[in-house]
């Protein structure tokens, strides 16, 4: 699965507060995550995604993100190969900041 091909949604489609429904996925590394992150997101580092894809439920619609974009498409690219119901964040987390949406650290 190529980029162009990769599920992926951009921050006018995601509610400022997310909804319980939705799940956010940080692939971020450790220090990125803790430097600020959305609230309520789960936090696994895409160097762990295999390892750890059991902790995610594939039909619940989740949301992937990193820094800009490219970590998270490739992650969203596997998942979503994995059937899981994943879509990428285009712009990640820079662009989450500059719309001035909430982070936590």
Do not use: K
Request: net charge negative; aromatic share 2%.
């Amino acid at each position: 699965m190529n980029e162009q091909s990769v599920p992926t949604t951009d921050i006018n489609a995601i509610p400022e507060s997310i909804p319980a429904d939705l799940v956010v996925l940080d692939v971020r590394e450790q220090h990125e995550w803790d430097a600020g992150h959305i609230d309520g997101a789960i936090h696994i580092p895409m160097s762990q995604i295999q390892s750890r894809v059991g902790e995610l439920d594939p039909a619940i619609h989740t949301i992937v993100v990193c820094h800009v974009g490219g970590r998270s498409a490739r992650v969203t690219g596997w998942l979503h190969a994995q059937g899981h119901d994943v879509v990428n964040l285009t712009g990640g987390m820079e662009l989450w900041e500059a719309a001035g949406r909430p982070v936590v650290a």
